[in-house]
């Protein structure tokens, strides 16, 4: 690494000559700044249409109406956490473990992971007959790496059963410093990779005592420290994620991080930016006197740059904005089909979404995204007695593919193709919505365009618009999602499906 007056110093000439601080007001009147808010549920623009624009619908009509193509990923939703962090959005519940818990939470996992077991059955039976094949497995959570071996053995088991997994199909789980550095947790994960798994993943969020102390992770940093290096013991491709700018972060704070990745040196680094839903963090931020505690929007901003930076002083490939690989091998496929409009992904579990139909939709037809009843007990309700768990949806008509491809297309960059040209054809009116977009982020200087290796042109994000790439990706929400994030809808709204 450099040393750190002269990567700051480097940092601060390069948002100098991106026009930052001076554009800030420019850009600011075109919509772009960063927002702490999480955009349409989630903390990045990880899905389109996103969670918080589905709307209340007939899930049996629905599960009648999917059209599975001959690929998906799988994402297998475990509810559960031994903290309860001051950030985290998801659907989750507090669980220690067998060893440090009540008969009465014992019996609150075992009746989910029941449910979950029969959710895993139902879907398994329709892939089946639509021949199906799953390309890739993600457990995630919550932290599955809290329930015992006999549970998480039971999960891969009937993931095997059930579904048709297609040869060295990448099999990830999540896990947590704490239940990888526990007694039992070396041994857990060493049993897990010879059932399979393929790669770990887990979030230390920070390295720096305070910010862990404020974020609630239940542990300081030779914790974190002790578990990456078990991870690189057991396995060779694993996964990290960091927070910017949790509550006390700073840009040292984002300095010592990377002196602690120096020499960690993790196979893949996700190192997200902070945003806060209705959990305390985001109650602090939304607290003038605690406002002040968070790192301001040229902080951000510098902290981004000097990430980048120093990233790519280590050796890392930039995946995207927010990722991060030491070789190319590394490169995590779920996340991209999680944040792709391209690939059907298949989500089980209380709050887990997919998206669905993804070849129909090329030929003009509707697919569909849809999210299981976020309330776990609800969820586990339905399932049991025999009831389909989604509560929520959205049709992905034309529009709504033509939305997409900008929203998760100019993440790597966008190319029109035929099938978009034909919409585009088809609906004027929101061609030309989106032209005027086009124009004022160009004009702002957060798009561009490129030539790809063939000669197709193609868009794709600035390095300015890398700065703000959620941001300015939000900014692509078709009009009908944009209205629907501004209405909160009720029970009784029904979406039409037909």
């Not at 129909?360 to 768990?389: C, H, W």
Request: glycine share 8%.
């Amino acid at each position: 690494m450099r040393s750190r007056e002269s990567a700051f110093e480097e940092a601060r000439s390069s948002l100098r000559r991106l026009g930052i601080p001076a554009s800030l007001p420019a850009l600011h009147a075109a919509g772009i700044g960063i927002n702490r808010a999480v955009l349409g549920g989630s903390h990045s623009v990880a899905i389109y249409p996103p969670i918080d624009s589905l709307t209340p619908l007939d899930s049996t009509t629905l599960v009648d109406k999917i059209a599975w193509s001959g690929e998906t990923s799988l994402y297998v939703h475990v509810a559960f956490c031994e903290t309860r962090c001051t950030f985290c959005h998801y659907t989750v519940d507090h669980y220690t473990g067998r060893a440090k818990t009540s008969v009465e939470d014992d019996t609150k996992v075992a009746r989910y992971l029941t449910a979950l077991h029969r959710e895993l059955a139902f879907w398994g039976a329709r892939l089946a007959r639509a021949g199906t094949v799953v390309s890739s497995v993600y457990i995630g959570g919550g932290t599955p790496l809290v329930l015992d071996e006999p549970a998480l053995h039971g999960l891969i088991r009937t993931i095997r059963n059930e579904y048709d997994l297609r040869p060295g199909a990448e099999f990830c789980i999540e896990g947590s410093p704490l239940t990888i550095a526990a007694p039992e947790g070396e041994h857990k994960l060493w049993s897990l990779k010879a059932q399979g798994v393929t790669r770990l993943s887990f979030g230390v969020q920070s390295f720096d005592d305070d910010v862990l102390k404020y974020a609630a992770r239940g542990y300081k940093r030779d914790i974190p420290i002790r578990a990456c290096a078990i991870a690189a013991r057991i396995f060779e491709n694993w996964n990290l994620d960091l927070i910017q700018g949790l509550y006390k972060g700073s840009t040292s704070e984002v300095w010592d991080n990377l002196e602690a990745l120096a020499e960690i040196r993790p196979p893949h680094l996700t190192w997200y930016h902070g945003r806060f839903g209705d959990r305390p963090q985001g109650h602090w931020y939304r607290t003038e006197v605690k406002r002040a505690a968070f790192e301001d929007e040229f902080a951000t901003l510098l902290g981004r740059m000097l990430i980048w930076q120093e990233m790519a002083t280590l050796g890392y490939h930039q995946t995207d904005g927010n990722r991060f690989v030491r070789a190319r091998e590394f490169t995590d496929p779920f996340k991209k089909i999680r944040t792709s409009a391209s690939s059907d992904l298949l989500g089980v579990g209380a709050g887990a979404y997919s998206h669905v139909g993804v070849e129909v939709r090329k030929t003009g037809d509707r697919g569909y995204v849809f999210r299981n009843d976020p309330s776990i007990p609800t969820y586990v309700d339905a399932v049991l007695t025999g009831s389909v768990p989604i509560a929520t949806g959205r049709c992905v008509d034309e529009e709504e593919v033509l939305a997409g491809s900008y929203s998760t297309g100019l993440r790597i960059g966008r190319i029109e193709d035929e099938s978009l040209r034909s919409i585009r054809a088809a609906h004027p009116q929101v061609s030309r919505y989106y032209d005027a977009l086009v124009n004022e982020l160009n004009n702002a200087g957060a798009l561009e365009s490129y030539l790809e290796a063939s000669g197709q042109p193609g868009l794709r994000l600035s390095s300015l618009g890398q700065l703000f790439e959620d941001e300015v990706l939000s900014l692509f929400f078709s009009p009908a999602v944009k209205s629907a994030l501004t209405t909160k809808p009720t029970r009784e709204r029904k979406l039409q499906l037909a």
